[in-house]
């Protein structure tokens, strides 16, 4: 590997534009709204593209910042991307000139750690700078580089930086993860399609995303296979080839919008949305007194009788899929806070995921944090506009909605964080009668 450029060169030299958000609270949300591409299909997707060095093509890509940080990153490395149209994108790797992935885009987006798996599996080698934690927990990925290890990766850690070989070609193996990893399973997936052999993945994650992953690589003539609930198999090929595919849609937008509508006590309709990965979500909906009904491809969600007889309290616990998800816990905290009684939130998955949970406090909910996993929301209380800031994505996503719900006008500082995952949020909840406006930081 030619090794002449120093580690932290210029990436992305454009700087974050840093925004507030300014939304007057009040008013019952009312509409339609499309539902996007699920960024956690997307950026798996685009990093399997690498896999092959013909051209593939995604539909339904989302228009957000990560996506925009991975086409950097992916540039960077030599490979081309193209992007004719809104959502669309065509990815071609016919030669990665320099396998290196750099602080800087880890920094940005944890999901750059996804490209461990197919570069190592396709070139033989990648450096790739350890994500680190961000402001979910320390959010580790000891378990990507195992599963690397167990498919005979050679792998060292120096200076923050995973420098990884496989000498020949990466073995079939049997992993066998010590708790379910999202992004584990996929990377493995991602580095067994083209490893000598055959690898079973157990427990492998169940995620809707994971299964879109699965669906994109069978249709680049990979041997994959989901062979039962937990368990993935694959035996390696030679060689895979381009393909075309259609981003899955966001179950986490999906259910963001639900709880807006509840906490609204709105009624809105949306498009393009899957029912059938919203489970767990759902049943919760049901639980609370959320009305809700699905169609072929619609969602309708209604909360109007809510004016009248207000929202039940429950108890809530995040689990892996098919169990409420934790991206879903953020905003079923907000619908918590207009439901009557004591509700008790475990997020099981991530540490220090319930910290923002202080901001929503600040805006008039009565929260108690007890410890990292467990908090309790007594309700109905009346939320009030606030100045507050965010620092993760789901989280400042519910702070949106705290605010849509909230008498008067709340400034939420750190929205940029937002983009980073929801398409053009701000002109989804204008079209739907919110009163919202998105503003640099400093106006
Ligand atoms: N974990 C380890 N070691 C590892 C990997 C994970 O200890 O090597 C732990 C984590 O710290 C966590 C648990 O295992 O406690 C589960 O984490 P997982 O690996 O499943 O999470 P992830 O793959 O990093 C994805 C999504 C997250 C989503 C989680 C859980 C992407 C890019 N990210 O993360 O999405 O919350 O699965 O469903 O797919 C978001 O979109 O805002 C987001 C955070």
Wanted: some cysteine.
């Amino acid at each position: 590997m030619a090794d002449a450029r120093p580690f932290h060169w210029e990436f992305n030299p454009e700087p974050v534009r840093r925004e507030v958000l300014r939304i007057e609270g009040g008013r019952r949300l009312e509409g339609t709204v499309s539902i996007s591409g699920a960024k956690n299909a997307a950026l798996k997707l685009m990093a399997a593209a690498t896999l092959t060095g013909e051209r593939c093509r995604f539909t339904n890509v989302p228009e957000i910042e990560d996506v925009r940080v991975l086409t950097e990153v992916l540039r960077d490395i030599g490979v081309t991307v193209d992007h004719p149209a809104p959502n669309v994108y065509e990815i071609a790797s016919g030669d990665a000139e320099w396998l290196f992935v750099p602080l800087e885009a880890a920094a940005k987006m944890r999901a750059s750690f996804i490209l461990l798996g197919p570069l190592l599996t396709r070139f033989g080698r990648v450096i790739i700078s350890n994500p680190g934690g961000d402001r979910i927990g320390r959010r580790p990925v000891n378990l990507h580089v195992d599963a690397m290890r167990a498919l005979g990766a050679e792998i060292e850690y120096r200076n923050g930086y995973y420098f990884a070989k496989a000498p020949g070609r990466l073995r079939g193996a049997a992993i066998n993860f010590p708790q379910i990893t999202v992004m584990g399973t996929e990377n493995a997936m991602l580095a067994a399609v083209l490893a000598d052999g055959h690898t079973v993945i157990e427990p492998a994650a169940e995620e809707p995303e994971v299964d879109d992953l699965i669906s994109f690589l069978q249709k680049m003539g990979a041997q994959v296979e989901r062979t039962a609930p937990n368990r993935i198999e694959i035996e390696g090929r030679r060689r895979l080839r381009g393909a075309d595919h259609s981003v899955v849609p966001d179950r986490i937008e999906a259910g963001t919008f639900i709880a807006a509508a509840g906490v609204t006590h709105g009624r809105i309709t949306l498009q393009g949305a899957p029912c059938d990965h919203l489970g767990a979500f759902l049943k919760v909906m049901a639980d609370m007194g959320v009305s809700i009904s699905c169609g072929n491809d619609t969602i309708e969600v209604d909360a109007t009788s809510t004016d009248l007889e207000p929202l039940r309290g429950c108890d809530i616990e995040t689990q892996p899929y098919p169990g409420l998800a934790t991206d879903l816990q953020p905003p079923t905290c907000v619908l918590l806070t207009q439901a009557t009684g004591s509700s008790h939130v475990h997020e099981s998955v991530f540490e220090d995921r319930l910290e923002w949970l202080g901001e929503l406090r600040r805006m008039g909910a009565n929260v108690e944090i007890a410890d990292q996993h467990h908090a309790i929301i007594n309700g109905p209380t009346p939320l009030h506009g606030e100045e507050v800031e965010i620092g993760d994505l789901r989280a400042g996503a519910s702070l949106i909605l705290a605010a849509l719900a909230a008498d008067g006008t709340t400034t939420i500082r750190g929205a940029h964080h937002v983009h980073r995952g929801y398409e053009k949020i701000d002109a989804k909840f204008l079209e739907l009668g919110a009163r919202i406006e998105r503003l640099p930081e400093g106006t």
